[in-house]
Structures are given as structure tokens and as C-alpha cells.
């Protein structure tokens, strides 16, 4: 297939188009490198800079190639900074999604694929949390992406697209090439390995107060290749709808620490800080719809492979792609 992958010089976009690429799909690669890296857009695949929020960018980019999926990862995606400047997340995520959802009708693509998110559901009012729980989003982030999912809707009933969102719970991992930089990191994996790297002294542990069995929080780590199957079964299957990705299985801060003690040998000394404000106590998913409908199986998201994988590329790139060339 012909597939267009937006935001794929970014973490999850860049695994996904690599994976893409391995079975055979041609890819093109839409990033305008605020936050993405040259180094991680694949070398098989065809490359355009360009932003979202700038139409013509978009709708050149369909110029030519007649896509049979757009996948759409591009977006911004810090709970924290859409706190502070919410109207970047409105701008960019809903304003950008909404030129990408026209350029599609303007070129008769239909079938989109959309990263969203955990964060469209808020507090939960039950873990492991489907499909049917209420979206209450907290932040300006989790409210752009369920503000697209809404659209995406619309689209579907009013323009005959045939959308997926496929809401992520946590991303982590590598694969021997791809990884996660972000700048500033603010994620717990990567800020773990920085304290083995040498490069801060000591975890942050943002609250251990929570009404969870060790105080801290509780998530579900699902592993970027893992993501990315899962778009790869969404491309090719012809169902519509949205699918949590997650394992089902969650994980403290302090359990995260220490299978990272087990897989790096390294002491990891933390320091307990006040909570953050947003951090709801416990996120786990129920995955069964994607286990059943798509065929969907984590192969890769056991905690201590997680943290194998995400160490090997940490220590082969101790300052993320600063200094990678890209081929
Ligand atoms: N966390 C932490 N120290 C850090 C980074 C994260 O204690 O340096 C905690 C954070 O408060 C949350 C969990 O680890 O409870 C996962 O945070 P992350 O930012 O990785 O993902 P989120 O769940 O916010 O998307």
C-alpha cells in the first residue's frame, strides 16, 4: 500500500513507518521537525518537511501519489505544556488535523488511522478501562485529540471516511535503531535512564501518596513495536472505530525502578517529589477489543524487555540523535 505517515520523524511515527517499510508498503514521511528528528525518518522511505497548520504544505504533499492510508501521528503531546499553553495543542493538533482531514477529502483518501489517547478518558471511573467508558479529558492535550476523534466521526458519517483512532496508553521501548528523545524528556523510562547515563543524579518520583499498594502510580507500558503492529493490522482490516492499546497489565513508578535496577545493574537512587498536577492514580486498559477484533497480541511489552530494549538504545545513543547522521 501507499502510505502516508505524518509526524513520522517522531518517536511512535518513526517505529511505525519503519515496521511499514519492512513489509513492503512504500512509505512517505510528513514532519516539520519541531519535534521530530531527521535522523529517525527511515532512508527507504520518500521525505517532505512540511507543517500541518500551513495548508499548502499538506495538500502538496498528496500531489502525485494516490495514498491508500494516511497514518497521522503528528502532534503535540505533553500533558503539561498544554496546561500552559493550551492554545498550541488547539492549534496545531486540531487546526493541523482538520487540514490534513481535508486535503485527504479533497484527494478522496479515506482510510485514516489516528494516534490518540489514554488521555481523551481523564479519571477513569473503573480500571482496566474500554472503549465504552466516558472520554472526560482533563487537559488541553487529551481534549485536541478527542476534539479530532470527534471530527474524524463526523467525516466518516458525512464524507464515507473510514477513520481508526487507536488510543495509546504508555509508549516505551526501541527498536536497535529508533528511539525516544524528546526535548526536555519529561517521561518516566528515558528519565531512568538518565540517572544510569550518569546525566541527573537521582528519579524523580512525583508522588507516593496515591491510594495505589506502594503510593506511586500505576500505568500500562505498552512497547513501541508493539504500537506499531497495531497499525499495521488497523491498515489492513476494514473496521472503523476506536481501539485502546495497552497490556492490560500495570505497573508502579517504583516497580519500573526497580526492573530497571534488574536490567541495568545500576543502583537507580530516587527522590520522592510532590505529585503532578494531572496524574490520575492508575491507568491500565482493557485491550480486548483490539485482541479480538484486529488480531492483536503484544509480543514485546513484558516490563524487563521494555526496559532491555530501551537501555540498548539509550546507551548507543546517550544524547538521543544529537550527532546521528541521517542516511
Ligand atoms: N514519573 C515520575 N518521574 C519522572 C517521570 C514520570 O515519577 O521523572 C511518573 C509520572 O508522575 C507518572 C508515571 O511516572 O505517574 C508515568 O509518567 P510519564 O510521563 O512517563 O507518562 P504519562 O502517564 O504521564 O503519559
Not at 499553553?85 to 493538533?93: A, C, V
Not at 491510594?211 to 505498552?222: L, Q, V
Request: proline share 7%; with cysteine; aromatic share 8%.
Amino acid at each position: 500500500m501507499k502510505v502516508l505517515v505524518t509526524g513520522g520523524a517522531g518517536y511512535i511515527g518513526s517505529v511505525t513507518a519503519e515496521r511499514l517499510l519492512d513489509a513492503g508498503h512504500e512509505v512517505t514521511v510528513f514532519d516539520n521537525l519541531s519535534r521530530g528528528h531527521r535522523a529517525a525518518v527511515d532512508p527507504r522511505a520518500r521525505f517532505i518537511r512540511g507543517d500541518l497548520c500551513r495548508r499548502a504544505d499538506i495538500e502538496a504533499a498528496f500531489d502525485g501519489v494516490s495514498f491508500d492510508a494516511v497514518l497521522h501521528f503528528a502532534a503535540f503531546a505533553l500533558v503539561g505544556e498544554s496546561m500552559q499553553k493550551p492554545e498550541l495543542y488547539f492549534e496545531n493538533n486540531v487546526g493541523g488535523g482538520l487540514n490534513l482531514l481535508e486535503a485527504m477529502r479533497a484527494h478522496g483518501v479515506r482510510r485514516i488511522i489516528f494516534s490518540s489517547t489514554c488521555a481523551t478518558y481523564g479519571k477513569p471511573d473503573r480500571v482496566p478501562i474500554d472503549e465504552t467508558l466516558p472520554q472526560r479529558p482533563e487537559n488541553p492535550y487529551g481534549e485536541s485529540k478527542l476534539m479530532l476523534e470527534t471530527m474524524l466521526r463526523w467525516y466518516e458519517r458525512l464524507h464515507s471516511f473510514r477513520p481508526v483512532s487507536l488510543r495509546y496508553f504508555n509508549a516505551c521501548g526501541a527498536t536497535p535503531r529508533l528511539g525516544e528523545d524528546h526535548d526536555p524528556e519529561t517521561h518516566l523510562i528515558p528519565n531512568i535512564l538518565r540517572v544510569v547515563l550518569g546525566q541527573s543524579e537521582a528519579l524523580p518520583v512525583f508522588g507516593n501518596d496515591y491510594e495505589t499498594p506502594d503510593g506511586t502510580c500505576i500505568r500500562d507500558y505498552i512497547h513501541v513495536a508493539d504500537l506499531a503492529n497495531a497499525h499495521l493490522l488497523a491498515m489492513a482490516s476494514d473496521y472503523v472505530g476506536a481501539f485502546n492499546l495497552g497490556v492490560g497489565n500495570g505497573y508502579s513508578v517504583l516497580e519500573v525502578v526497580k526492573a530497571a535496577r534488574t536490567v541495568t545493574g545500576h543502583p537507580i537512587p530516587i527522590r520522592i517529589e510532590p505529585r503532578r498536577p494531572g496524574d490520575p492514580p492508575r491507568l491500565v486498559a482493557s485491550a480486548e477489543r483490539a485482541r479480538t477484533l484486529l488480531g492483536w497480541t503484544p509480543h514485546r511489552s513484558d516490563i524487563h524487555a521494555v526496559l532491555e530494549d530501551a537501555w540498548a538504545w539509550h546507551r548507543a545513543h546517550p544524547n538521543g540523535y544529537a550527532g546521528v547522521v541521517p542516511s
